[in-house]
């Protein structure tokens, strides 16, 4: 995130990624809380404009006790970029296949007309010798 260890240390999970005083209603640390099962979440951070994926996981004591959850965070910003420049890659050549068949529709009774027309044009035509 770009930010020294003295930044980050006491500050809570959406402070740092949401730059809020609350948390959001998605929030993966909420939803391992309420359920005591592994979480996820792709959030943006608005200072970086970087992707996160936030997953949470529950933690407990040697006792078994539940204390908390562990949060990870990993930088998905270049996943993302290369998702999106592959969709539109395949976009693009759909695009290029549906022209290709456009054209190959409208070229078909072109060429019939065309000959026709040749055929037409050579019939009032004598040869000469």
């Given at each position: 995130m770009g930010l020294d260890q003295e930044e980050?240390?006491?500050?809570?999970?959406?402070?740092?990624?949401?730059?809020?005083?609350?948390?959001l209603s998605v929030c993966p640390h909420k939803?391992?809380?309420?359920?005591?099962?592994?979480?996820?979440?792709?959030?943006?951070?608005?200072?970086?404009?970087?992707?996160?994926?936030?997953?949470?996981?529950?933690?407990?004591?040697?006792?078994?006790?539940?204390?908390?959850?562990?949060?990870?965070?990993?930088?998905?910003?270049?996943?993302?970029?290369?998702?999106?420049?592959?969709?539109?890659?395949?976009?693009?050549?759909?695009?290029?296949?549906?022209?290709?068949?456009?054209?190959?529709?409208?070229?078909?009774?072109?060429?019939?007309?065309?000959?026709?027309?040749?055929?037409?044009?050579?019939?009032?035509?004598?040869?000469?010798?």
């Open positions: 980050i240390i006491g500050k809570k999970c959406y402070e740092l990624f949401h730059d809020i005083c609350a948390p939803m391992t809380m309420h359920s005591l099962r592994p979480a996820s979440e792709d959030v943006l951070d608005p200072r970086t404009s970087k992707a996160f994926r936030i997953s949470t996981f529950p933690y407990y004591s040697p006792d078994k006790e539940f204390v908390g959850s562990v949060h990870i965070a990993k930088d998905v910003t270049e996943e993302r970029e290369r998702e999106t420049r592959l969709i539109i890659n395949e976009r693009l050549a759909s695009l290029g296949r549906m022209a290709s068949g456009l054209a190959h529709e409208i070229n078909n009774p072109l060429a019939a007309i065309a000959g026709c027309a040749e055929g037409l044009c050579g019939q009032g035509q004598t040869e000469k010798v």
